[in-house]
T-cell receptor, first 115, second 114 residues
Framework: AQSVSQHNHHVILSEAASLELGCNYSYGGTVNLFWYVQYPGQHLQLLLKYFSGDPLVKGIKGFEAEFIKSKFSFNLRKPSVQWSDTAEYFC?????????????FGTGTRLQVTL | DAGVTQSPTHLIKTRGQQVTLRCSPKSGHDTVSWYQQALGQGPQFIFQYYEEEERQRGNFPDRFSGHQFPNYSSELNVNALLLGDSALYLC?????????????FGQGTRLTVV
């Protein structure tokens, strides 16, 4: 069974600091990779996605992620965080199998940005 | 363009009772998935419906069942509720693109079992 590991459970950063959140998955086949964000009181929103092609993907709000196949990793980065980035971030791995598509999520990383 | 809508937003039930949660997918989507998100955890896949059939199921007991209607909306039913069923239940809709499926999530239903 596939699994997703997010190594940082709670990260506290000052505004303008750089961010990198780790994500590793265990599955040897073809996967789709996602980062979702959950702002307080809001629904899960897609930050960025990787299906194929350029392993460096750019998402909304200045976020980017790099897929490193040899390391089974898909780390999320942002050069300069803002207070409004305070949220919970989830890495997810998707597998499309003929007629179904299932997402496996990591346990999430709570990001707190201080002023 | 309406996104994924779920009802109700909050629900309190007693152990042993049964509950039904509802989901309307995003316009143009034909696939509905249900996830359970316990406090402090990531969402866990319950099952997925496409063409009114359960296509894939996660590691959840048979107390969890579902249905998809011809208009693509869906229900999640949980029987014989346990305290451990207390969680945020998320519905996700998608249009199956064979290798490039992207899921959109609703706000969720917060279920509390007392």
């Amino acid at each position: 069974a596939q699994s997703v590991s997010q190594h940082n459970h709670h990260v506290i950063l000052s505004e303008a600091a750089s961010l990198e959140l780790g994500c590793n998955y265990s599955y040897g086949g073809t996967v789709n990779l996602f980062w979702y964000v959950q702002y307080p009181g809001q629904h899960l929103q897609l930050l960025l996605k990787y299906f194929s092609g350029d392993p460096l993907v750019k998402g909304i709000k200045g976020f980017e992620a790099e897929f490193i196949k040899s390391k089974f990793s898909f780390n999320l980065r942002k050069p300069s965080v803002q207070w409004s980035d305070t949220a919970e971030y989830f890495c997810a791995v998707g597998r499309d199998t003929g007629t179904a598509s299932k997402l496996t999520f990591g346990t999430g990383t709570r990001l707190q940005v201080t002023l | 363009d309406a996104g994924v809508t779920q009802s109700p937003t909050h629900l309190i039930k007693t152990r042993g009772q049964q509950v039904t949660l509802r989901c309307s997918p995003k316009s143009g989507h034909d696939t509905v998935s249900w996830y359970q998100q316990a406090l402090g955890q990531g969402p866990q896949f319950i099952f997925q419906y496409y063409e009114e059939e359960e296509r894939q199921r996660g590691n959840f007991p048979d107390r969890f069942s579902g249905h998809q209607f011809p208009n693509y909306s869906s229900e999640l039913n949980v029987n014989a509720l346990l305290l451990g069923d207390s969680a945020l239940y998320l519905c996700a809709s998608s249009f199956f693109l064979g290798g490039r499926t992207e899921a959109f999530f609703g706000q969720g239903t917060r279920l509390t079992v007392v």
